[in-house]
């Protein structure tokens, strides 16, 4: 079964420093998703990022990439210029690429705080 | 992106009541839909995967015939909560698969559960 290791409980940066979010997992699957949710306060998740394993580029989306290692099975994400919104929790996530079970299986979390 | 509705976001109940939550894809149709279960300060946990116009499929571990499941049509699955508890306390999430969005999940605002 797939697992998905968040190593860091809690995190905390300066307010528009950089942080690096450590994710890995285990799979014996070549076609997969990687994610990257947040969930604030609200408990809303809110999808950030996704990564095909298929593509070597490493997915970015504006202040957030992530570093993709397929080899090592590791998928960090790092936030750039951090703001104080980005203050929540963070869950990596795996998802198969099979038709016949798509469940996302997530990390333990990482509780992310942003210091002014 | 797509938008899922969680109804109600919050409730409590008294034990042994029965309780029913429903999960909406408000602007697609959701042929699958999965219900998730959060403790405090914990990670997401999938109790079930519901299929539209057939039953639903639990994980291991997860009691059936206390979580009811129901996926009638291709835009509303509810859960119930049999003879609520207060274990049975927590914070539930569904979420939907729009197949116009590959490998993306969509998530709805989480209902808080309280069972006196």
């Known amino acids: 079964a797939q697992t998905v290791t968040q190593s860091q409980p809690e995190m905390s940066v300066q307010e528009a420093e950089t942080v690096t979010l450590s994710c890995t997992y285990d799979t014996s699957e070549s076609d997969y998703y990687l994610f990257w949710y947040k969930q604030p306060p609200s408990r809303q998740m809110i999808l950030v990022i996704r990564q095909e394993a298929y593509k070597q580029q490493n997915a970015t989306e504006n202040r957030f990439s992530v570093n993709f290692q397929k080899a090592a099975k590791s998928f960090s994400l790092k936030i750039s210029d951090s703001q104080l919104g980005d203050a929540a929790m963070y869950f990596c996530?795996?998802?198969?690429?099979?038709?016949?079970?798509?469940?996302?299986?997530f990390g333990q979390g990482t509780r992310l705080t942003i210091n002014p | 992106g797509a938008v899922v509705s969680q109804h109600p976001s919050w409730v409590i109940c008294k034990s042994g009541t029965s309780v029913k939550i429903e999960c909406r894809s408000l602007d697609f149709q959701a042929t699958t839909m999965f219900w998730y279960r959060q403790f405090p300060k914990q990670s997401l946990m999938l109790m079930a995967t519901s299929n539209e116009g057939s039953k639903a499929t639990y994980e291991q571990g997860v009691e059936k015939d206390k979580f009811l499941i129901n996926h009638a049509s291709l835009t509303l699955s509810t859960l119930t909560v049999t003879s609520a508890h207060p274990e049975d306390s927590s914070f539930y999430i569904c979420?939907?698969?729009?197949?116009?969005?590959?490998?993306?999940?969509?998530f709805g605002e989480g209902s808080r559960l309280t069972v006196l």
């Open positions: 996530a795996y998802r198969t690429i099979i038709q016949g079970a798509q469940k996302l299986v």
């Open positions: 979420s939907a698969r729009d197949p116009s969005w590959v490998g993306e999940l969509f």
